[in-house]
């Protein structure tokens, strides 16, 4: 370890490539995480299946390069056919579990997880996979730092769609319909809206930007069928470090994540990766409890 931290001392321009890297990949993670908030505050419904949606969406990508289809069309390929699923999922599980406690919805999306893992398994193999978009890749710095286009058109992709996102829950019918009901449920459907619907659109939106999400991540990084829990895991630790509805929150969040995961994985290695996210995630949980602590002592 502390020989790693000697080289990012020593080189600080690999320290510039970590953080640049970082924050490439951190942006489709606050993407990821942004459908997950909307689920949450509006559905009330921990969705254990998050990251197993990013993954079907990068292996749709993924399946179109192999067709000789460049992988980009796999992004709204991926947004048209997972938003589709997820209306499929909510009809058919999430409906039904809705209005139950906690543990239900939990254990129902817990067991989608499963299943969308075994599927991706059994229709792609174990093996882990890279959609090759063959765009460029620029060096500076006497070829010390090294940038992939397909990186920076990602994280501009990241952002366009956020705001569409935005702009959509704040101008259109549906997004006012949708806040209302994240608002009070009940009140909304005194004043005439379908909250049924609303939920099922609202899923399958969140299904969509996991989709467009795992599009990205094939394309500059590497998907598996089992990889689902890691970018589920990486979903809640920025949901519930920036908070429902604050949408600066968790686009700094999930760029922070990304950064201090792959640092983090270069100084601790790579084995320890996955560590340090369940690790932040319990320092995010116990961060939480003292704040509400506090506020129940100023409350009382």
Known sequence: MWDNIMVLVAAPVFSVQLVLDGLFIG?????????????????????????????????????????????????????????????????????????????????????????????????FGPEVQTAESDFAIRSMWDNNLTIAEIKVLAFVLCGILAVMVVLFMK?????????????????ARVMGIDTDKVYAFTYSLNAAICGAAGAMISMIWVIQPFYGISHSIRSFVIVTAAGFGNLPGVIMAGLGLGVVENLGGFVFGAEFQQAIVVGLLLVVLVWRQIQQRKLRQVVS
């Open 171 to 187: 101008r259109s019918r549906m997004g006012q319909a949708i806040r209302a009901t994240a608002q009070d449920a009940r009140a």
């Open 27 to 123: 942006a489709t993670f606050a993407l990821a995480a942004y459908g997950l908030a909307l689920v949450w505050g509006v559905m009330n419904v921990k969705n254990l299946a998050q990251g197993d949606f990013v993954i079907a969406g990068g292996y749709i990508a993924w399946w179109l390069g192999k067709q000789g289809i460049h992988p980009l069309w796999g992004l709204p390929a991926a947004i048209i056919i997972m938003f589709a699923f997820g209306w499929f999922i909510y009809v058919t599980i999430i409906r039904r579990v809705i209005d139950k406690d906690l543990f239900t919805s939990l254990l129902a999306t817990f067991g989608l997880a499963i299943v969308m893992a075994q599927g991706l398994n059994l229709m």
